[in-house]
Each structure stands twice: as C-alpha cells, then as structure tokens.
C-alpha cells in the first residue's frame, strides 16, 4: 500500500476530563478495604467537596472548610452531643455533652460543666427547642434516661414527673407546644402537657403500629412528626385531641423502610438522611423529602458497612450522621465509628464519608497532614446556628483532645484565600489541609498501548494567593499503571501560571514525555495553604494501534 501523510484513523488526540471524581471502591474480602491503610485503591477524593459546573455539569471539587476549634476544658472522652442556642439576638448558648457531664458556654471558649446526669451512657443526646403560648423559650436535653429544661447557660431542672418517659429514644420532637419522646423498644410516642416539658400524664401517647416493630426514632419533617422503626415508618399531624395524644396517623403517609441505625440519621427541616433498613438483606442510604425518598448511589460504602458493622458486630451506635452546608451545597457526612484514639494512619472503619446531595457524588474527609501521612478526622455531631450567616459548629475528637470548632471558609466563599489550615484543641493539631484526587483506571476506549505526550490540569485558588511560597502553589502529580499498587514519584506541578495573567502569554503548566501505558490512574494531591477549585485534566495521547 502507498504511503500517505494522511492516515485514513488518526491515532493521536487531545482528551479532556473531569479534575474530581466520586469514591468507588472494590472489596477485599480478606482485608475489607484496603485494611489498616488509608484508602488509595480506585477513584476517590479526599478533602473535597464535590460539585458540579451548573452549565457542562462537568464533576470539579473544592477545598472542604478547615475545623477551627478549642478544646473542651481539659475534656478527651467521646462526644455525646452539642447545640448552639440563639435564645434571642443577645445571648446565645453553646452546650457540648461529655460521658456524664453537660457544659455550658457563652463564648464557645470558656467551658463550664453546670450539669451531671445521675446514670452513664455513651449514647448521642438529643437537644430541641422548645416554646409555650407566652413566648418562653426553653432548651430540652435528653439522654435516653434523663430530661433537663434549660433557661440559659446555668444548671438545667431535671424532669421528675413519675410519668416522664424512661428509658426513651433520645430524638426529642417539639411540635405546637408539645415535647414529644418515644419510649424504647415500643411503639409508643409520648406527650408532655400542653404548654410545659416538665409534666407528663399516665395515657398520653400513640402508638406506631403500620408495622410489627419498635420505634427506633422520631423527627419532626415540616409540620409533622415521623416515626422511625425497624421495618417501616409513619407520618403523625397535630390533629388537636382534646384528650390523651394530640396526634393522629396520617393516613396513606407511609414509608415502606425503617433503620437498624437511628444515629445515622441527619435532619434539615423538609429533608432527612439515613442508613435504611429495606428488609432485602442490606442496608441503602435514603433521601427522605417530605413524603418522597429515593436512594442514594453507595455500593462501595453499603460493602464497607456490611464489613465493619453488620459482619463484626459492631454496635448501632457507630454509625453518626449529620449535615453541612458549605459553598452553597448541602452534604451528608456519616461517620462510621464515633472516636479516634490516635494518630495512626486513618483507617476505613473510622473513615468520614461526604455525600454531596446537589452533586450525587461522595467524598472522604481526613484531618490536616502532610503529603506522606494522613491524620484521623472525626467529626461527631453538627448543629446550625448564628445572627445572619449560618455557621455550622462540630464537636469532635482527634488525638485524644475533646474540642468545639466551627466549620468556615471564610467570609468570601470558597475562593477567599484564606489560610486553610485545621486549629483543633488550642495548640495542637494545627496544619494545611491536604486534597487528593484519584482518577480512575483511564484507557480511551481502547486496551492498545498508548503514550501519554501532554498533562495539564486546571485549577483556581485564592484571589490572594501569596504566588511567592512554592508550596502554596505546587500540585503534587503521580500515576500508577498498575492497578494503584504502585505510583510514580510525584511531579511538582508549579501552578502560578494557570492562577494570574493571561494564558497566552504566560503559558499552561503541563508535564511532558509520560511514557506509554495501557490503563493509567493519575493522583493529584495539593498540601498548601490555600483554598484549591480542581477544574478538569487535559492530555494529548497516541491511542496506538495494538
């Protein structure tokens, strides 16, 4: 055949991907994932919140808030519970729950325990607030055992009311004047009276009874209440009772799957989150939105929860659930063990998985480290509070330090510039934020050995960015064509040029001569100071021709 400068197939080509990806991990049955080491077989992201270009809806993450934070007193037990109390625009209340001991705050800072419950217990409390006719606010504690009524940061009174429902599910539900509590293992939901959380009477109650099976929470979407079992679950409406349960069965509200997990369970008004029972043989993340629900996309983490939980016993407690807002997207975080205890490198089954809800996607958050050693993060317990801006404050534990922080990324959004560093427990554990992104196994529609020519990867970073420390500016770069086991030494790339002046004159950062594979997964990992918008990957290949 004659030669010709024009091949009827071109082999060679420019591709673009996505700079972010969703977690999708295979399973190991010997060693679950990845066993005691961090999580670094497929695609996955670190650090990062996932989102989406509202125009290409192409995937791009960003930097997750760094936790600013003192600890509590000279606490280092296990978290139980917070709430932030804006009783009015003048005084608000921080309250965070250690073992045994409630602690009060007005500053978040200075910390005094004004109240000890009588029995001891591990579980999450619950808070809600609470408001009569005459406009008196109060805040409700419960612990399972024990009710409190505060009126500010001093000593609660203790509900003593011989018919206060005792042992309870802790998942307190104010609704038009009543506090609602569900008894444990029944299917009974408590009132209080009309006007007054601390007095009971013997016969006010409802019970769930759509399904054979005990309650296992009770949350208030919108206006009504929903009861949690096992098997299923039920919506309730004040329908205004003259006597015993102001409630009634709304009547066709059902939901046909319960939780074996309350404490997975995440509230924002109209939406809930949890780990559901389907009664098929294993557990699904659900959306519940109003009276609709839908699944959640979490093979890989339903495998790792059928390891760490459900395989090897672990108690229901473990699995913690709350939200977060930041950068204008709501995420589900679920934190599979409630503790960390060292500074090991983190492993799976304390793992903090994000669910983006406007991206669909999951993400995994660790502690601040540097590019060789990852540090355990964990989060308990959220709440939501603050005069005009919402702030999301956490109560977590990291090295055995007990601490309250809030969750900011400053007051420019997520490409502020400011320093993104974790400042947990006073002068400890302070540190830049490492991201990484682990592409998956990429081959271009083909197997034939191809060779990668070109590598550039777009991203932002702070409008201040201080372009003269290199570190604040260097995106670390390796691949494995390996199947992850083994990753190149990581290129340094220099991104200054991508982040000020103009393109074309200044240039692209891009990496050269990558040599030839067949599938390739590239990891990108940026340990500065400065908040970072992954965009996407450009590359010019040679497909190859076998």
């Not at 609470?130 to 409190?148: A, M």
Request: aromatic share 14%.
């Amino acid at each position: 055949m004659a030669f010709t400068q024009s091949p009827v197939t071109s082999t060679y080509s420019t591709e673009r991907i996505p700079a972010a990806y969703g977690i999708d991990l295979r399973f190991n049955s010997a060693t679950g994932f990845a066993g005691t080491t961090p999580i670094e077989k497929d695609a996955g992201m670190v650090n990062l919140i996932p989102i989406k270009d509202p125009k290409t809806k192409a995937l791009g993450a960003v930097t997750r808030p760094p936790i600013i934070g003192r600890q509590v007193g000279t606490e280092t037990g296990v978290p139980r519970g917070l709430y932030v109390w804006q009783k009015t625009s003048a005084n608000t209340y921080y309250f965070a729950v250690f073992g045994t001991k409630v602690y009060t705050s007005t500053d978040s800072i200075t910390w005094t325990n004004v109240t000890t419950f009588i029995t001891s217990a591990s579980n999450p409390v619950g808070f809600t607030e609470y408001i009569d006719s005459t406009n008196v606010k109060k805040l409700i504690l419960v612990d399972g055992i024990e009710g409190y009524v505060f009126t500010d940061n001093t000593a609660g009174t203790k509900i003593t009311d011989v018919d206060f429902p005792s042992p309870h599910l802790p998942f307190p539900v104010f609704i038009d004047g009543y506090l609602f509590l569900a008894k444990k293992e029944t299917g009974d939901i408590y009132n209080s009276n009309l006007n007054d959380p601390a007095l009971w009477t013997a016969g006010d109650f409802i019970s769930s009874e759509l399904y054979p099976d005990d309650i296992q929470a009770i949350v208030k979407v919108n206006n009504y209440l929903l009861a949690i079992g096992t098997q299923g679950s039920e919506y309730f409406y004040d329908a205004a009772n003259a006597t015993g349960s102001p409630l009634a069965r709304y009547e066709g509200g059902s939901l046909p799957f319960g939780t074996f997990f309350p404490y997975s369970i995440a509230v924002n008004k109209n939406t809930v989150v949890l780990l559901a029972n389907n009664n098929d043989g294993e557990p699904s993340f659900k959306i519940i939105e109003d009276f609709k629900y839908k699944d959640i996309n979490n093979t890989w983490l339903v495998n790792i929860i059928n390891t760490n939980i459900y395989y090897s016993n672990t108690t229901s407690s473990k699995g913690r659930g709350y939200f977060l807002r930041t950068s204008g997207n709501l995420t589900y975080c679920f934190k599979l063990n409630g503790e960390e205890s060292s500074l090991e490198q983190a492993k799976l089954s304390n793992g903090t998985f994000v669910y983006n809800l406007m991206a669909d996607e999951w993400s995994e958050f660790r502690g601040y480290s540097s590019t060789s050693t990852w540090r355990t993060f964990s989060v308990c317990f959220s709440t939501f509070s603050g005069s005009g801006a919402q702030v999301t404050y956490v109560l977590g534990r990291d090295a055995g330090i007990s601490y309250f922080a809030t969750f900011t990324m400053g007051s420019s959004g997520y490409i502020s510039g400011t320093v993104q560093d974790d400042i947990i427990g006073n002068t400890t554990g302070t540190g830049p934020i490492l991201t990484e992104i682990r592409t998956p196994r990429l081959n271009f529609d083909t197997l034939n050995r191809k060779t990668m020519h070109r590598l550039g990867i777009s991203v932002d970073f702070g409008t201040n960015v201080n372009l003269a420390v290199l570190s604040d500016r260097v995106l670390n770069v390796a691949w494995s064509d390996n199947d992850y086991v083994n990753f190149t030494s990581n290129v340094e790339l220099d991104m200054a040029p991508n982040i000020t002046g103009s393109l074309e004159n200044v240039g692209f950062p891009f990496i050269t001569q990558l040599g030839s594979f067949r599938e390739r997964s590239l990891r990108l990992r940026y340990s500065g100071k400065q908040t970072i918008r992954y965009r996407y990957i450009e590359m010019d290949i040679n497909k190859g021709q076998q």
